[in-house]
């Protein structure tokens, strides 16, 4: 540890002495994030727990708490030494886990009266009162493969809509946001195999109605998901046409920004590319495009949180389904929020349920592993400008674990039933 800022109190010190990891670039800015902490609990009388739940590491120990208004800036985070982030995060990082990157990777304790997620006038920075979410093993989806005769109504199977020319409907946050989550059945779907390798027969469905779902064929065959080395790969566009190379995300938390880091691969930065064809809107554009966004992928879980000063404008399938809204709707994501974006268990959930609707159900769900985003200038019904490829600077991300577990059910599946000839 490097030499302390002078004058450190005895407390600090000892505090100090817990500190996780080895990175003695810290140091300074470590001892002042606990010195702030110090002279707050002086005036609550919470210094002599904090160093009991440092010391044991003990979760039965009681909260400690700091007043809300104590640290809220504008976008609701702790500022020390010219650095930003939420306290519990910050003392957890500092005391727990050195390699925490966001808030989205902790879960207060059943005992903990003042955690975080309550969002109480005061908030509990015990790092003990916290657990990190893990993520969840996705069980492998069993997988017939198809054969027989074309089905009578193949007619009816919708065509392919990735919403690029739909004109989508409109909603703001946090106003249009309810608390709807997405409910997973409570036994798997047709189509789950279970940690015992038996496939979902019971016959009932959620409401209790027996469904009876028919057996799956002798060759049925388990597909399991894998993680990829990058999880997800984004495309810059102004207007309709792409910029640059497409940014291959092997950090589960990076930003896309305005700004010209050419080589972090925790940044994706659009302030570097040219465009010979770049028209002045698009210019103007790019200069609020600022800090821009921050996208986790934390316990099978994609967050996007807008950092800029400008608001950025989502399109996701997965999200709009957990909420109701139309597949194509579009959500305005003022600065300082953020929004989960993609869930792993609900696109699992949905994938299963494909399976036993045939090829093209299962095919369809590509669309859900694409996210667009567009930055300052929003597009829909209630803007003018109505398509994606109208906004001056967007993005395109493709899920590739998703993606991925989606190529192998098809390949599993054989070809679609749809009747295909040089004359269709």
């Keep these: 540890m490097t030499s302390l800022l002078p004058f450190t109190p005895p407390i600090v010190k000892r505090l100090l002495g ?59 985070r702790l ?120 496939n979902n027969e019971n016959g009932q469905g959620m409401d209790g109605i027996d469904t009876m779902p028919p057996s799956p064929p002798i060759d049925a065959q388990p597909v399991t998901y894998t993680e990829p080395s990058f999880w997800c790969t984004i495309s810059y566009y102004e207007l309709n046409t792409r910029v640059g190379e497409p940014f291959h995300a092997s950090q589960s938390s990076l930003t896309v920004d305005g700004f010209t880091d050419p080589s972090n ?30 996208l986790y992928y934390i316990g099978g879980e994609v967050f996007a949180e807008c950092l800029s000063e400008s608001a950025v404008f989502v399109q996701s399938p997965n999200c709009n389904q957990r909420y109701g809204w139309h597949p194509a709707t579009v959500c305005k994501i003022p600065p300082g929020c953020n929004l989960k974006i993609f869930n792993n268990q609900e696109f699992a959930a949905l994938l299963a349920q494909s399976v036993n609707e045939g090829f093209e159900s299962v095919y369809q769900l590509t669309r859900m592993c694409t996210i667009r985003m567009s930055f300052v200038k929003g597009w829909g019904a209630e803007y003018r400008r109505p ?28 070809s679609p039933q749809l009747p295909c000839s040089s004359m269709s």
């Design 18 to 76: 817990w500190k996780k990891g080895d990175n003695d670039k810290e140091d300074k800015w470590s001892e002042k994030a606990v010195k702030s902490l110090v002279k707050k609990l002086k005036r609550s009388g919470g210094l002599e727990e904090l160093e009991k739940a440092i010391t044991t590491q003990d979760s039965s120990t009681k909260c400690i708490t700091i007043p809300s208004e104590s640290y809220r800036s504008l976008d609701g």
């Design 79 to 198: 500022q020390v030494s010219h650095r930003k982030g939420l306290p519990h995060v910050i003392y957890a990082r500092l005391w727990r886990w050195p390699d925490l990157q966001s808030h989205h990777e902790l879960r207060g304790i059943e005992t903990c009266e003042f955690a975080f997620s309550l969002k109480l006038n005061e908030v509990c920075v015990n790092p003990y009162h916290y657990t990190r979410i893990e993520t969840p093993v996705l069980p492998p989806v069993l997988v017939p493969r198809q054969t027989g005769e074309i089905p009578p109504d193949y007619k009816d199977f919708p065509p392919h809509d990735d919403f690029a020319n739909t004109v989508p409907e409109n909603i703001d946050f946090p106003a249009g946001l309810s608390d709807q989550p997405f409910h997973l059945p409570e036994t798997p779907p047709p189509g789950y195999m279970s940690e015992d390798g038996d």
């Design 265 to 294: 691969s925790e940044r994706f930065c659009l302030g570097l590319l040219s465009n010979i064809n770049r028209t002045q809107q698009v210019e103007m554009t790019r200069r609020h495009i600022g800090v821009g966004v921050r």
């Design 387 to 414: 398509t994606v490829t109208s906004t001056p600077c967007w993005i395109e991300i493709h899920l590739n674990g998703p993606l991925q577990w989606l190529d192998n059910v098809l390949r599993q599946m054989g």
